[in-house]
């Protein structure tokens, strides 16, 4: 199978600055078409295929943003990590060698896991600590559409919560579910975790989650997801068009 990796660019919302990126992997047919993540991913996963692909994806980042990451060392990138990698830490000596060899710093790679990654809570917590530990932050990703519980949240040592796109989506149509964005938003606060808004795809949607001082975001409002070329051109066009030099970027710590 032929996996490539795309980069959906994560902005500060009230800014508007390109602070990073979600890695994104896509699956493509000979034929050149894109098979979507959600039909290949749940098969990957009960097949066990999913932890060859986590390791490809993080060979990509490296490759394809190792140079751009070394340069810029605001700039991060998050990787996606199934519930056996979260459940058994197998892959943060691998992360770890392999960032070191490339210059990156862990701090430059934050680890996501979806819930379903946390239904071994004591495994979970053992790994994520030791994430922490090694430098990487680590988000509980499209947060809401799993196994969710205050408990988890309380119990596990996170850095950021994502809001997932479904809600979102109900932001300023008086929909049942509505309310619950703002609920989720103030459970954040509370637990002292900064918030990432996933699928942004208005306006008034952005305008709304800064008011409400969600931190950052990502969806179609700012960019697709990218290839690597593409991604990198997005970052240095955005540092540009905010007054950011290139040689403030290589001297940050």
Known sequence: MNFV???????ELKSGICVGAEALVRWRRPDGTMVRP???????????LILPITDQVIEA???????????????????????DDIRTGRMLPILEHKLRNAGIRPQQIWLEATERGFIDIEAARAT???????????????FGTGYSSLQYLQDLPLDALKIDKSFIDTIGKGSATSSVTPHII??????????????????????YL????????????????????????FHQQNQASKGIAPEVLRAAP
Request: aromatic share 8%; charged share 20%.
């Open 210 to 233: 800064i008011d409400q001082a969600v931190g950052f975001g990502q969806g179609w409002l700012y960019a697709r997801p990218l290839p690597a070329k593409a991604f990198i051109a």
């Open 61 to 83: 980042v490296i490759a394809d943003l190792g140079t751009t990451l070394v340069a810029d060392r605001s700039l991060h990138v998050a990787v996606n990590f199934c519930a």
């Open 5 to 11: 990796v795309h980069y959906q660019p994560l902005i």
């Open 38 to 48: 959600d039909l290949f991913i749940p098969l990957a996963e009960e097949s066990g």
């Open 186 to 207: 103030a459970m954040a606060k509370t637990l002292g975790l900064f918030t990432v808004a996933e699928g942004i795809e208005t306006q008034e949607q952005a305008d």
């Open 128 to 142: 994520m600590s030791r994430a922490r530990a090694m430098g990487h932050s680590v988000a509980i990703d499209d």
